[in-house]
C-alpha cells in the first residue's frame, strides 16, 4: 500500500499546485513520481499474487528500457536526416541528429572506455553519464508535462486572443508555421464569441532586418482576408523575442481593458515555455498550441528545453557542479 501512498500523495501536491496556476515547471515532477509509485505498486500486488508474473513484468520493463532507447535514437537519426532536408543545414535543425548519435553512441563509448581501462578516462566518462541522467530525469518531467499541458482546454471567457509571431517568409508572407498559429487563434477567437464573449485577436510581432513590414500587420492582413473583422484586431509591431510579445501585449491589453483574461496562441512544441514566460509577465492567461509538421516538433521540443534548462540555469548548474565535484573526490 505504501507506493500507492506515495503516489496519491504526489497527484494530491500536482492537483493542488495545478489549481493554482497550471503554469508551473515543477508539475511534470510531480506527475513523474505519481507514475514511477504507481507503477511500483501494480508490480507489488503483481507480486503478491505470483512472484513469478513480477518477475516477467519487471524482466519485460527493464528490457523496454534499452529498446526503447535505440529506437529513440534510430528514429531522432531519421528525424534530423529529414529536418536538413526539408528546413536546411541549419545549427537548430541538427538538434535531434546530434541527440540521435549521441543515444546510439553511448553503448559502444562505454564499453571502450572500459577496455582501455584508464582511470582518469573512466571517472570522465561516468561524470558525464551521470550529467546525461541527470538532464535525462529533467527532459523526460518537461516532455510528460508538454504533453499533459497542451491537452488542457480552458473554457473561461476570455477578452483576447494573443497570437504570436513566428517571423515571415520572403520578407512579407506568412510561412506555414505562423499561418497555423493563425488559424488556431481564429478558431479560438470563433469559439469565444460563440460562448457569448465579445473577444479581440492580438497579432503580435515586430519586424526583424530580413523583413519588409512588421510580422503583426501581415497576421493582421491573413486573418482579415479569412472573415476576422479588421475592427476586432489589436496590432502589437514591436515585438522581437517570446517575452516582449507576451510583455507587449499584455501592456495593450491593459490599455484597452485593465481588467482582462487572455488565451495565448503558439505552436504545440511551444506551449509550455510560453505558458512559463506567460506567468512571469504575470499574463492573465492560457496558452494553447498549434499543429505542427511531426518532422518539425522533435528538435523544436530540444529547442525548448535547452531554452527552459537555461532559464533555470542558477539550479542546474549547480546540481550540474555537484556531480562533477562528487566524482572527482570519489575518485582521489
Not at 532507447?69 to 531522432?76: C, N, P, Q, W
Not at 536546411?88 to 546510439?104: E, M, Q
Not at 504545440?268 to 511531426?294: D, S
Amino acid at each position: 500500500m505504501l507506493p500507492f501512498l506515495a503516489a496519491a500523495a504526489c497527484f494530491l501536491v500536482f492537483l493542488v499546485s495545478f489549481l493554482r496556476d497550471r503554469r508551473r515547471l515543477r508539475h511534470g515532477f510531480y506527475l513523474f513520481f505519481t507514475l514511477v509509485f504507481l507503477a511500483v505498486g501494480v508490480l507489488m500486488v503483481v507480486a503478491s499474487v505470483s512472484e513469478d508474473a513480477a518477475a516477467v513484468l519487471l524482466f519485460a520493463g527493464l528490457a523496454l528500457i534499452p529498446l526503447t532507447v535505440l529506437a529513440l535514437g534510430i528514429f531522432l537519426i531519421c528525424n534530423g536526416i529529414t529536418m536538413l532536408r526539408r528546413e536546411g543545414r541549419r545549427l537548430a535543425n541538427l538538434l535531434s541528429l546530434a541527440a540521435g548519435v549521441g543515444i546510439i553512441a553511448f553503448v559502444p563509448v562505454n564499453f571502450a572506455v572500459g577496455r582501455i581501462g584508464w582511470k582518469p578516462l573512466e571517472v570522465l566518462t561516468m561524470t558525464v553519464n551521470s550529467l546525461l541522467f541527470y538532464v535525462s530525469f529533467l527532459f523526460v518531467c518537461f516532455l510528460l508535462y508538454s504533453i499533459v499541458y497542451g491537452r488542457i482546454r480552458s473554457r473561461r471567457r476570455v477578452d483576447f486572443v494573443v497570437v504570436l509571431g513566428a517571423g515571415l517568409l520572403g520578407g512579407n508572407r506568412v510561412p506555414p508555421l505562423l499561418a497555423g498559429r493563425l488559424d488556431r487563434g481564429r478558431r479560438a477567437f470563433d469559439a469565444a464569441r460563440a460562448r457569448g464573449a465579445d473577444p479581440m485577436i492580438v497579432t503580435s510581432g515586430g519586424q526583424g532586418p530580413d523583413e519588409d513590414l512588421p510580422e503583426a500587420r501581415a497576421m493582421a492582413a491573413y486573418l482579415a482576408e479569412r472573415g476576422v473583422p479588421r475592427e476586432k484586431i489589436l496590432l502589437e509591431d514591436r515585438s522581437r523575442t517570446t517575452w516582449e510579445n507576451l510583455t507587449f501585449s499584455r501592456d495593450l491589453m491593459t490599455t484597452h481593458r485593465p481588467e482582462h483574461r487572455c488565451v495565448v496562441v503558439t505552436n504545440n512544441f511551444h506551449v509550455l515555455r510560453a505558458a512559463l514566460l506567460a506567468r512571469k509577465a504575470r499574463l492573465n492567461g492560457q496558452v494553447i498550441g498549434a499543429p505542427t509538421a511531426w518532422y518539425f516538433w522533435p528538435s523544436a521540443t530540444i529547442r525548448e528545453f535547452i531554452a527552459v534548462f537555461a532559464a533555470h540555469r542558477g539550479i542546474n548548474f549547480t546540481v550540474c557542479g555537484l556531480i562533477v565535484v562528487s566524482h572527482v573526490l570519489g575518485a582521489l
